[in-house]
């Protein structure tokens, strides 16, 4: 009856209603197989419990983490930075921006200025009350000449920032940006108290709904709830163990053994297997995250965009997404938008494998007997090297050569990545599609990996920002999207899911593919049934 | 005695050197790795500026041979300094990291160092037996396959199949002695099981060496028992070479463990110094690194003086 085990799973992950699950199980002729706990369950689902301690085994922790907001590099500091700490705006599930230390925003209708009303009452776990002086401190920590933010290059639009009162701040901008909430609603731009600085920080004094005990980088994290949590309705466990464990085998076992609640980056070669244990949920989630390969288009022969049409043709997808992911994840469609995504083009036709294709763009471009050189290591994403073998097989059937340069993973990001001419990449994607097409495909963007300059696809990005009006921004969008999968330096071969596994005593609500761990956000969100 | 204690000033003021010689070699290890702290931290997420702000207030940008100095000027005021990656004292970070480090080792020498001596005693009692056999095979194979494979599988039957011990072995403050203690058994028989072929050899080749001897023939024709030959005259002049090896076994089980300590989730130093490299956090390198050759040293040292009380030909040289 795996039908019926499905439909189970999807509905205690939320991820189909109750009605629509019913539905379903009705059409099957199962219904006197379920339970009538599980749709109880669900009703129950719907009022957390309080109690118990949640321990999270986590991936990336590493002991040089540390708790400052500007450098939070790891899973492990960004999940317990969330249980801590909060921003001023929420990212939900569907990925809509809703109040979270600020009470409400709105902007000039050029979307240039923009006023957020905080939240009135709001404690930190010291005590004192956060004011709008807590809130331009922490903002203004990742600005500045001494900046060492990895938010640094997104804040960038902002002029000034100044409060009106206790409870209001203004956000001055350098251009118009209707998506300038979702900015705020990053995981970096969590609000501490003024003055804050150096290892204070590692003391993770926040306004979050569990208050940090101790704190070892690399090793652990111990929380308690923040009795006087302002957010109603959120935080339901007495205490969260966050655990580094970045062998997949100890996280596994510790999981099956029931050491830990929660595991994320599940061992995709035995997910089945885990899936058939009765205590253990699993999740695969298709967020934003997906794998680029950038070429650079400065450098011969990839300026010219009959080379990059054939790469692109040269890819075969669903081998890559069987092969790779082992069918966790999508296919893409050679641009960042993720099916998640708000403005996502989805009648956009869906780039095919096509070796002939590929060999009649790459013969126009005079490039057969070239030689590519592709740059990869496991650093870039896991199997990426894998991928790049395979890639060169296909690429094969169309007469293209393509020679995989095997990387060391040490010093990737600073050796690789932007400096070699073709290269395995990884991006966690951006909940809001300007952000995205911003921060890696704008021209002169810092992170722009291909160096990309497409004079349409810089004026639309401009309009689109500064554009309220819902409709006319997702034409824009949908023809940025094009124009990115047909002219852009880079493949986007495929979207991987967050395959992450729970104790089936864990309850919660739809979870969000905003982040991994729902959304970084599964200390607050989840609770025990 | 005095040749002795001649001998241990001697060496400990060669290990100093040493120790100065291989802060200098790790200092330009990490040095020459491709990047330096603030690229490997800000990773995908560097942008020139930040990266040089990064540098600036960590004083990455000034040169190597003016940092290296004042890293041993601090030292030498018994500084270790601050981690460059989240400013937290080296001391805070290696302290307790490396008293879980020596707990470890001390449990599963504990353990398997009576073990292997033993079992090398009954080896050379029933040499070619079956039973020597057996017990040469078993440790060997144990000691062939890798650590994390015997982790793994001490794992499936004992932790996953039997739920008798944890899967995996954070100890923290928060628990008592005899929790810490259980949380650790599989590390430790992983260790064990490691380390005793080693050990066991020796001890075995050793015994075997001296039965030759003509004193042991002497003892045999005074008619003393065989048991008695082995562990009251052949023992103690086979300590010397079984001192050595033991003493071998003891530093890995304090600088080698990091696999171990991966897969049993284990707070050592071996994960922090593998960290530390990779995000080229030197003065955390330097101080692991320091520790672990004064270990090396300290061991080396007490092995030899160690062999020369036990071996009176070298207590009283002619």
């Not at chain 1, 109690?51 to 899973?75: E, H, K, Q, V």
């Not at chain 1, 075969?316 to 050679?334: A, F, S, T």
């Not at chain 2, 033991?246 to 897969?263: C, F, H, P, Q, S």
Request: positive net charge; charged residues 20%.
């Amino acid at each position: 009856m795996p039908k019926l085990e499905l439909l189970q799973r999807l509905l205690s992950e939320g991820r189909i209603t109750r009605r629509e699950f019913i539905a379903r199980v009705s059409a099957l002729g199962l219904m006197v197989a379920v339970s009538p706990a599980l749709l109880g369950g669900t009703a129950k689902a719907a009022t957390p419990k309080k109690g118990g301690r949640f321990i999270i085994g986590i991936t990336g922790g590493s002991t040089t983490d540390s708790m400052d907001p500007a450098t939070l590099t790891s899973n492990m500091n960004q999940n317990v930075n969330w249980q801590i700490r909060n921003s001023l705006v929420e990212i939900d599930h569907n990925f809509n921006a809703i109040p979270e230390l600020a009470e409400s925003w709105g902007s000039t209708p050029d979307a240039k200025v923009w006023t957020f009303k905080l939240r009135k009452g709001v404690d930190f776990h010291n005590g004192k009350t956060m004011t709008a002086e807590d809130v331009i401190f922490s903002i203004n920590h990742h600005l500045g000449e001494k900046s060492k933010s990895a938010a640094k290059g997104y804040l960038k639009s902002i002029d000034n920032i100044k409060a009106d009162g206790k409870h209001e701040v203004i956000f001055e901008l350098s251009g118009g940006s209707a998506d300038f909430p979702f900015i705020l609603g990053d995981y970096h731009l969590t609000i501490c108290p003024a003055g804050t600085k150096g290892p204070e920080f590692e003391k993770g004094i926040g306004t979050g709904g569990y208050i940090l005990e101790s704190w070892e980088p690399g090793v652990r994290a111990f929380s308690k709830r923040n009795p006087n949590y302002w957010k109603k309705g959120r935080a339901h466990f007495d205490e969260i163990e966050t655990l580094s464990i970045t062998d997949t085998n100890a996280r596994t076992n510790a999981l099956k053994t029931g050491q830990i609640n929660y595991m994320d980056r599940v061992e995709l070669k035995t997910v089945h297997l885990l899936k058939k244990m009765p205590a253990v949920n699993v999740s695969a989630i298709t967020g934003t995250a997906h794998y680029t390969i950038p070429m650079r288009l400065d450098q011969s022969p990839y300026g010219d965009n009959n080379v990059r049409m054939a790469l692109k043709l040269a890819v075969d997808r669903e081998e890559l997404l069987k092969q790779i992911l082992r069918g966790y994840g999508e296919p893409g469609n050679d641009h960042p938008i993720a099916p998640v995504n708000k403005f996502h083009a989805k009648d956009l036709e869906q780039r095919k494998y096509d070796p002939d294709k590929a060999k009649f763009y790459m013969k126009k471009a005079g490039m057969l007997d070239h030689v590519f050189n592709l740059h990869a290591a496991d650093a870039a994403f896991a199997g990426a090297v894998d991928a790049a073998v395979l890639m060169k097989e296909q690429a094969k059937k169309a007469g293209i050569n393509i020679n995989v340069v095997r990387e060391p993973d040490d010093g990737y990001w600073s050796n690789v990545w932007m400096k070699k001419e073709w290269c395995m990449c990884y991006w966690g994607g951006r909940p809001i599609e300007d952000m995205m097409f911003s921060v890696a495909y704008s021209a002169g963007a810092p992170w722009n990996d291909t160096l990309w300059d497409n004079k349409r696809f810089n004026e639309l990005l401009i309009n689109a920002r500064a554009e309220l009006d819902t409709d006319k921004r997702r034409k824009i969008y949908e023809e940025m999207q094009e124009i990115c999968r047909n002219d852009g330096g880079t493949v986007v071969p495929m979207y991987n899911q967050m395959v992450e596994a729970s104790s089936a005593k864990l309850a919660h609500g739809p979870i969000s593919g905003h982040m991994a761990l729902d959304g970084m956000r599964n200390g607050e969100r989840w609770w025990f049934a | 005695m005095g040749s002795v204690f001649r001998l241990i000033v001697k060496r400990i003021g060669m290990g100093i050197l040493t120790l100065f010689a291989i802060s200098i070699i790790f200092f330009l290890g990490v040095e020459a790795l491709p990047g330096d702290l603030a690229e490997e931290i800000l990773g995908q997420n560097a942008l020139p500026e930040t990266v040089a702000a990064f540098r600036k207030e960590l004083k990455l940008d000034l040169p190597p041979h003016e940092r290296y100095v004042a890293w041993l000027g601090d030292l030498l005021q018994g500084d270790l300094g601050k981690s460059l990656a989240n400013g937290r004292p080296v001391v805070d970070l290696v302290g307790w990291r490396f008293a879980n480090t020596l707990f470890l080792a001390a449990s599963a020498a504990v353990i398997a160092v009576p073990l292997a001596i033993l079992l090398g005693i009954i080896a050379a009692l029933y040499r070619n037996s079956w039973f020597d056999r057996a017990i040469s095979v078993a440790t060997l194979s144990t000691i062939s396959f890798p650590e994390f494979f015997v982790a793994y599988i001490l794992i499936a039957l004992l932790s996953v199949q039997l739920i008798i011990f944890p899967s995996i072995s954070n100890i923290n403050d928060q628990m008592s002695f005899w929790q810490k203690i259980h949380a650790i058994v599989l590390p430790c028989l992983t260790l064990t099981l490691v380390v005793v072929a080693h050990m066991m050899r020796q001890t075995r080749a050793a015994i075997i060496n001296i039965l030759a001897s003509p004193f042991i023939e002497m003892a045999r024709l005074k008619g003393i028992k065989r048991t008695r030959v082995i562990v009251m005259h052949a023992f103690p002049n086979a300590l010397s070479p079984v001192i050595n090896v033991i003493a071998i076994n003891l530093a890995y089980l304090v600088v080698g463990v990091v696999i171990v300590e991966v897969v049993f989730v284990y707070p050592g130093l071996g994960q922090l110094m593998v960290d530390s490299v990779s995000k080229r956090d030197i003065p955390v390198v330097l101080a692991c690194g320091l520790i672990f050759a004064s270990i090396y040293i300290g061991l080396n040292l007490t092995a030899d003086v160690l062999s020369i009380i036990s071996n009176p030909r070298l207590r009283n040289p002619r």
